[in-house]
């Protein structure tokens, strides 16, 4: 919370092929999104409920591919 900066990377094993998304975050404590984290968790028999949901605005998208551009 002290350093919304979040970075998530995606890879497709099969192809070696992945996304890196950087932007910044912001933790959800109620509404639709919290309330589908908190049914995610159920489901998924999570013992403690979510404190929060992550939603992430992406500012930069890099390609993890030779050179890691930045293609968005």
Request: hydrophobic share 45%; glycine share 10%; charged share 25%.
């Amino acid at each position: 919370q002290n350093n919304p900066k979040l970075a998530i990377a995606v890879v497709d094993r099969s192809t070696m092929k992945g996304y890196r998304f950087t932007g910044q975050a912001e933790f959800v404590t109620e509404g639709e999104l919290y309330a589908g984290a908190q049914k995610l968790a159920e489901m998924l028999k999570i013992p403690a409920p979510p404190k929060a949901a992550v939603k992430m605005k992406v500012e930069e998208i890099f390609d993890l591919g030779k050179g890691g551009l930045k293609i968005a």
